[in-house]
C-alpha cells in the first residue's frame, strides 16, 4: 500500500510558486495571482504570472515571475509534537505529493503604484478612496455623464525596465574628467581628436584651417612624408584612406596625422569617407563628380563567396582594441600592420579589365573606374545646367548612373569569375548587351539593380568601419 502511494505521487506533476510575501490566507493569496482562472491560463499558455496586491484596483500595476525549469518533491509530513522540547518528535506520516519540474519566481522589481485617491485635507487627514468614482458599478442615468468627473489617467507602465540595472555615474569634478575613460576602456587606444568631420548638409563656412593644436600631430612626421602628401592633393583634392595608403606606402597613423592637418572628411552624401583639400567644397563644383563614390558589391552566390572575402567579419567588428595586436585570439582575422600596407594591391582603389575586386564590397571613386564604357559614359556627361543643386544621394550624376555603371562592373567581375572558375558562377541574371546613348547611360542591361533601402541601411555600418580615424 504505501508502495503505491509513493508511485503515484511521483507520478503527479506539479507548479511551484514562491510567493514574495508571508501567505496567512491562501484564498487571498491566489486571488492576487489572477485566481485558479489567471493560475491555469498563464501556465497553459506558458506565460508569466502577474501577482497584483490589490486585484479589485484596475490601477494596480503588476508585478512578474519569471519561470525556472527545476527538479524537486514535495513531500507531506506529519509530526506528533512532544510536551518536553527536548526530545526528538516523532513522525506519524510521510508521503510524496508530487513532482515538482516548473517554478515561478518573482525577482523583478514592481512598477510604481498610484492610489486613486485625494490628496490630505481637513475633511480627509488621510486621504480619500475615489475608486468608486472612477469605476461606477451598475447601469448610470444620462445625468452622470454630464457631471464633474476627475482627471485619473495613469499610463500603461512608469518604468520601462522591471530589472536592476548597473549604471557608472559621471564625475562632476573638471579635474577628475580624465579619470572617466579609464571606467569603460583600459586597453584601448586614445583616438586622434583633431580630425575635422562635417556632413552633407553642412551649412557653415567650409573648413579652410586645421583644429587648434592639429600640429601636434606632425612632431614625430618626416617632411619627405609632408610632402608627398601634399602633392597627393596638389593633383586630385579628394582621395580614399586606402588609396593615400598604396600611393605613399605610408603607416595608417603616420598618414592620419598628415591628414588632420591638410583635409577634411564628409561622413554622408556622395563623397562620404572620402579625405577633402581643406578649403575645396565639392557640392560648389560640378567637376567634382568623378570623385564621388559608388558603392559597388558582388553578390554572395556561387564562386563570388568562395573567391572573394567579405567587407567584415562579426569578430572584427567586435574588437575593441587594435592598437597593440595584430591576430586575435580565437579569430582568424589579422589587423593591416605595416608591412601589409607595403604590399597593398592597385585593385584596393582601382578597377580595371581583368581585375577582381579585393572584397565583396568596394568602395570606388568614378575617376578610378578604368572601364572603357564608363570612361566614354563619363566624358559623355554633359555640362550641369545654371541653377542646379547638388543632391544628397546621386551628386552631380544624372538619374541612374550609378545603377548602370554597376551593371557594367558586375559583368566585367562575372566574366573574369567564369575565366578562372571551372563552372559557370551562378547568378540571379544573365547581362544583356549594353547601348551607350549620346547622354552617356547604358540602356537595356540585363542586371537587377540594388535596392536603394538596403543600400541607406548598410551605409552606417559601412561609416563606423572606414571611419577609424574617428574623434
Known amino acids: ?213 592639429a600640429i601636434e600631430c606632425l612632431s614625430n612626421v618626416s617632411s619627405v612624408a609632408i610632402e608627398k602628401v601634399r602633392k597627393i592633393f596638389e593633383e586630385k583634392p579628394m582621395w580614399s584612406r586606402l588609396s593615400l595608403l598604396y600611393l605613399t606606402k605610408l603607416s595608417p597613423d603616420t598618414l592620419r596625422n598628415i591628414l588632420v592637418n591638410i583635409a577634411y572628411q564628409y561622413m554622408n552624401g556622395p563623397w562620404r569617407l572620402l579625405w577633402t583639400k581643406l578649403g575645396y567644397d565639392p557640392r560648389k563644383d560640378p567637376q567634382s563628380r568623378i570623385y564621388q563614390i559608388i558603392d559597388f558589391r558582388v553578390r554572395n552566390t556561387g564562386g563570388f563567396k568562395s573567391v572573394l572575402k567579405a567587407y567584415r567579419t562579426k569578430s572584427r567588428c567586435s574588437m575593441l582594441n587594435k592598437s597593440n595586436i595584430h591576430k586575435t585570439e580565437g579569430t582568424n582575422v589579422e589587423f593591416p600592420n605595416e608591412s601589409k600596407i607595403q604590399n597593398l594591391e592597385e585593385s584596393v582603389y582601382v578597377l580595371k579589365p581583368g581585375m577582381l575586386p579585393p572584397r565583396r564590397q568596394m568602395f570606388y571613386q568614378y575617376c578610378n573606374l578604368k572601364i572603357p564604357e564608363i570612361e566614354e559614359m563619363l566624358s559623355k556627361l554633359g555640362e550641369v545646367l545654371p541653377g542646379s543643386s547638388c543632391d544628397e544621394r546621386r551628386g552631380w550624376m544624372p538619374y541612374g548612373f550609378d545603377n548602370q555603371c554597376r551593371n557594367i562592373i558586375t559583368s566585367y567581375v562575372l566574366e573574369k569569375m567564369r575565366e578562372i572558375s571551372a563552372q559557370n558562377v551562378p547568378f540571379d541574371d544573365k547581362p544583356g548587351t549594353s547601348k551607350i546613348t549620346e547622354d552617356g547611360i547604358v540602356e537595356n542591361f540585363g542586371i537587377e539593380e540594388e535596392d536603394s533601402e538596403s543600400d541607406d541601411d548598410d551605409e552606417n555600418k559601412n561609416d563606423e568601419y572606414e571611419s577609424d580615424d574617428t574623434d
Open 1 to 213: 500500500m504505501e508502495n503505491s502511494n509513493l508511485l503515484n505521487g511521483f507520478q503527479k506533476q506539479l507548479v511551484c510558486i514562491q510567493y514574495p510575501g508571508t501567505v496567512n490566507d491562501e484564498i487571498k493569496a491566489i486571488e492576487t495571482l489572477g485566481g485558479l482562472s489567471g493560475i491555469s491560463q498563464a501556465y497553459s499558455k506558458n506565460n508569466r504570472l502577474q501577482l497584483r496586491f490589490r486585484p479589485k484596483d484596475p490601477y494596480c500595476k503588476a508585478a512578474y515571475s519569471h519561470t525556472y525549469s527545476c527538479t524537486g518533491v514535495l513531500l507531506k509530513i506529519k509530526v506528533k509534537k512532544k510536551k518536553n522540547s527536548g526530545e526528538i518528535p516523532e513522525v506519524k506520516l510521510s508521503e510524496v505529493v508530487g513532482v515538482i519540474n516548473v517554478m515561478h519566481k518573482f525577482e523583478t522589481l514592481c512598477d510604481f503604484q498610484y492610489l486613486p485617491m485625494t490628496d490630505k485635507d481637513d475633511a480627509s487627514p488621510t486621504g480619500k478612496n475615489i475608486l468608486n468614482e472612477l469605476q461606477p458599478k451598475g447601469i448610470q442615468n444620462i445625468e452622470w455623464l454630464d457631471a464633474s468627473q476627475r482627471y485619473f489617467l495613469l499610463p500603461p507602465i512608469f518604468s520601462r525596465i522591471d530589472c536592476p540595472q548597473k549604471y557608472i555615474f559621471y564625475l562632476n569634478s573638471p579635474n577628475e574628467q580624465s579619470d572617466i575613460t579609464s571606467l569603460f576602456s583600459k586597453d584601448r587606444k586614445i583616438r586622434c581628436a583633431y580630425s575635422i568631420f562635417i556632413t552633407f548638409n553642412h551649412t557653415d563656412m567650409t573648413p579652410t584651417v586645421p583644429k587648434k593644436n
